[in-house]
């Protein structure tokens, strides 16, 4: 399968914890991009990468959430001291060029008790 | 504000006929649009996209209708099958990122 991979696919952990979620692009996809889907909604954009250097941050991105591409090729992002607003599936995406579609992977599903 | 949004949140039709989604947009600046299909537990799947300086394309048994003027997306299934049941966004790029309508749920009755 050479589709967008993201792990874990489930993440429950107590609120106040660090997570970490891991996405492996289509080789070769130079754009990196970050999401985050609530129950009913469509995908909030996050953040995106461009090889390893991050371009644009949303607003939704506080200062606990980052995200690093360091090589170019895989992504991690972390959420410090999660909250209960956190809970949410998680979604990355890459694309090769600015004006081609985007290609999901089927995201992490994070709840915090 | 600028919004991607769907005038209907749900479309119920017959296994067989033709579903016609739509969607409206506001931001005049997108100069991309994608139709995307998410079934439960997964991640958007592309369907198919459509650059501003065209108002119409074809793919297997979907097509894609823009009309800049009204700031309307459709995207038509031919012969919708069951396995076409799923939550339709449409998106909109602007500058660097996709801006995501809330979704429409299409269900097919067999």
């Known amino acids: 399968d050479t589709g967008v991979s993201q792990n874990p696919r489930h993440k429950i952990t107590k609120r106040g914890q660090n997570v970490t979620f891991r996405c492996d692009p289509i080789?070769?996809?130079?754009?990196l991009y970050w999401y985050r889907q609530t129950l009913g909604q469509g995908p909030e954009f996050l953040t995106y990468f461009q090889n390893e250097a991050q371009l644009e941050k949303s607003r939704l991105l506080s200062d606990r959430f980052s995200a690093e591409r360091p090589k170019g090729s895989f992504s991690t992002l972390e959420i410090q001291r999660t909250e209960q607003g956190d809970s949410a599936m998680y979604l990355c995406?890459?694309?090769?060029?600015?004006?081609?579609?985007?290609?999901f992977g089927d995201g992490t599903r994070l709840s915090i008790l | 504000g600028e919004s991607v949004g769907l005038h209907l949140p749900t479309l119920s039709v017959q296994e067989g006929d033709n579903s016609i989604i739509n969607c409206a947009y506001s931001n005049s600046a997108s100069d991309y649009f994608i139709w995307y299909k998410q079934e439960s537990g997964k991640g958007p799947q592309f369907i198919i996209d459509i650059r501003s300086n065209m108002d119409k394309r074809q793919g297997q048994r979907v097509t894609v209708l823009l009309n800049k003027t009204v700031k309307h997306l459709s995207l038509q299934i031919a012969a919708t099958q069951p396995g076409d049941s799923a939550v339709y966004f449409c998106?909109?790029?602007?500058?660097?990122?996709?801006?995501f309508g809330k979704g429409i749920t299409l269900s097919v009755r067999p």
């Open positions: 995406a890459s694309s090769p060029l600015w004006d081609q579609p985007q290609h």
């Open positions: 998106a909109e790029k602007a500058n660097s990122k996709l801006t």
């Open positions: 080789s070769e996809h130079n754009r």
